[in-house]
């Protein structure tokens, strides 16, 4: 013990202490017991990632399946221009912006620009668009790859 | 095995960056707890120049830092200043017993954090930045651009946790998630046995050591840490800055003040919170020293985190983009059902769970003991600061709670232990009077007399002395 510390007993009256060291110990009990339940939980020792969302960074949260989806599209492509994706209608603000923060991280420095088909602006500066099948129509841009349900375009050179 | 050893140098050449900066002012402290304060000196200061730069615009290297250590250690040289470390472990059995059962649950969530287990918060704020300092060495235009394509989450936070990630990043060559989840494993850990050693130091190795294994499996701090948020950091800013303003208090002497300082700049460039650490222990300590007669120039070192944070408030200011936390735009009825709601969600925190409950307990009985003014006064000054947000949030008040309350509150977990068990247990005695057998002394009783923190005389022949330590009558 350090030469200035002092024991508890010599500070503290003998009920107080008691009482005191009491709690202490059941919240040390409490709290390994409830350390031990939550990592045998799907964020715990062994993080559970369901099939099909691990291309996410971290723990998986709704929009997961698009990221890996997406992910799985972006590699191998070296090229540095900028991607969209047009996510549906009525998507989630909260999972839109978590989708896009996610290809951020992952494509980076690669940009990805996420949007909805009401917001969707000029097309001009993306070398890919992915998008569900139908959003994207016109003569300019043809399917290249289809994964689990969504479409990469390229423009027609 | 490899990375192993970067990662261990990163962390080394950080602890002897602060190290060396620490001895250049004669700050450096003694044993875990001094190595705790160099580490995290080497970390404000890696924040501040890596602040400076970006907003300067230049590119950061890892070379400019290990420049820094060499310049810092050749100057360390002439002017004889060592970075020794003595480390004591303790002689009691179960204390050791007890430390080496702390290791257990830190090594398991060392374990998963290899497989990246980061929250929301530790991505998105955090480790999104390290990964663009670690490709373009500096924030570019595109991330402070309101809309910009870079502009992510909290931009206007201090950069302390995003350097440092990138700083790991680049030892293991890769911005890897992983590493992030890590390094909150490893800040959990220097906050562990930051708790023992401030216990350790009031109340004894055994109550200190039993306190440690309970903040080690303390699921709010353990496993928000590992998934890289940085309220463990703010957590650590806190115990050990209460515990050196308690040692500055004590014994008067300015260099406990400077550690004090570093601790608070280190909560201040970690996250917003941090302002509020340092506003609130600051403010205690300037309180209490000012009743206990201090020279106000021995608190120099309280206002570092606003000198070192400074730059980068200017900074964000002029571009605009700090958030707003607060708005007044209430009426008293609304603010009312927040004042409700807040009291609600932490009441049925702290009441509907077994790992809260007892801590109630804890805290309570040492707000009934009432021993450290000044812990007590930074706590309650902090946890007011805390209130206000929820209470005045522009958001949604529900939302805020939701997402932030249990680990923000968790944060004060350590040093509310730290003040109820070791803060208030150190009674203090009236001060005898001053002597005239030693005059130069009496001028440091003079200084200490409102406290009391003066050594009992055990004989006419002995002298007096100034007891630095609060627990000491």
């Keep these: ?157 | 095995m490899m990375i192993a050893v970067k990662l261990a140098l990163a962390y080394v050449a950080i602890w002897l960056l602060g190290a060396l900066a620490l001895a250049h002012i004669g700050a450096r402290g003694r044993g875990i707890l001094g190595v705790v304060a160099d580490f995290a000196a080497g970390v404000v200061l890696l924040a501040f120049v890596g602040s400076i730069a970006v907003i300067g615009g230049i590119r950061l290297s890892p070379l400019a830092i290990y420049g820094l250590v060499l310049v810092l250690g050749a100057a360390a040289t002439i002017r004889r200043r060592g970075v020794r470390v003595s480390l004591e472990l303790p002689e009691d059995r179960i204390a050791r017993l007890l430390l080496v059962a702390i290791v257990l649950p830190i090594g398991l969530l060392a374990l998963s954090a290899l497989d990246d287990r980061l929250w929301w918060d530790g991505w998105a704020i955090w480790v999104l930045k390290a990964r663009i300092l670690f490709n373009e060495g500096t924030l570019p235009s595109e991330y402070f651009e309101r809309g910009g394509w870079l502009a992510f989450s909290h931009t206007d936070y201090p950069l302390a946790v995003p350097l440092l990630n990138w700083w790991l990043f680049h030892h293991v060559g890769a911005p890897d998630p992983a590493v992030a989840a890590l390094a909150g494993t490893i800040w959990h850990a220097v906050l562990v046995f930051t708790v023992v050693g401030v216990l350790r130091d009031r109340v004894g190795d055994r109550v200190a050591a039993l306190t440690g294994l309970g903040i080690a499996c303390f699921w709010p701090i353990a496993f928000f840490a590992s998934g890289g948020t940085a309220d463990v950091v703010i957590a650590l800013a806190l115990v050990g800055a209460l515990w050196e303003m308690d040692e500055g208090l004590a014994s008067g002497d300015a260099s406990a003040f400077w550690r004090s300082g570093v601790f608070l700049a280190l909560g201040a460039m970690a996250k917003t919170e941090g302002l509020a650490v340092a506003v609130a222990v600051g403010g205690a300590a300037a309180l209490l020293a000012w009743r206990r007669t201090l020279r106000p120039r021995r608190l120099l070192g309280c206002a570092l985190p606003f000198a070192i944070v400074a730059p980068w408030l200017v900074f964000t200011k002029a571009l605009g983009i700090r958030r707003p936390y607060f708005t007044l735009d209430l009426t008293a009825a609304e603010l009312l059902d927040r004042a409700v709601l807040f009291a609600k969600s932490v009441g049925t925190m702290v009441f509907g769970s077994a790992s809260w409950l007892p801590l109630a307990g804890i805290i309570g009985v040492g707000i009934l003991r009432d021993r450290s003014h000044a812990g007590w006064l930074a706590l309650g000054g902090y946890f007011t600061a805390i209130a206000m947000t929820y209470l005045l949030t522009p958001d949604d008040p529900l939302w805020l709670i939701d997402t932030s309350l249990r680990r923000v509150l968790a944060a004060c977990v350590p040093a509310a232990l730290y003040v109820s068990l070791g803060g208030a247990a150190a009674p203090f005695s009236p001060a005898p009077a001053p002597t005239a057998v030693n005059s130069d002394r009496a001028l440091d009783r003079d200084e200490l007399s409102g406290q009391g923190r003066t050594d009992d005389l055990e004989g006419s022949g002995k002298e007096i002395g100034v007891v630095g330590h609060a627990g000491a009558t």
């Design chain 1, 1 to 157: 013990m350090d030469r200035r510390a002092r024991p508890l007993s010599e500070l503290w009256p003998r009920a107080l202490r008691f009482f005191a060291i009491a709690l202490l110990i059941g919240w040390c009990v409490a709290t390994a017991w409830e350390f031990g339940r939550r990592m045998r939980g799907p964020a715990g020792l062994f993080v559970f990632r369901t099939p099909g969302t691990e291309g996410a960074v971290g723990m998986p949260l709704p929009g997961a399946h698009l990221v890996t989806t997406v992910r799985a599209m972006l590699a191998g492509h070296d090229d540095s221009r900028p991607w969209l994706l047009v996510v549906p209608s009525g998507t989630d603000p909260f999972v839109a912006t978590y989708i896009r923060y996610q290809l951020a991280y992952i494509a980076y420095p690669r940009r990805v620009d996420v949007a909805t088909p009401e917001n969707v602006g000029g097309l001009g500066a993306y070398a890919s668009v992915v998008a569900l099948p139908g959003v994207l129509s016109g003569d300019e841009w043809r399917a290249v790859e289809g994964r689990d349900g969504w479409v990469r375009y390229e423009r027609v050179r």
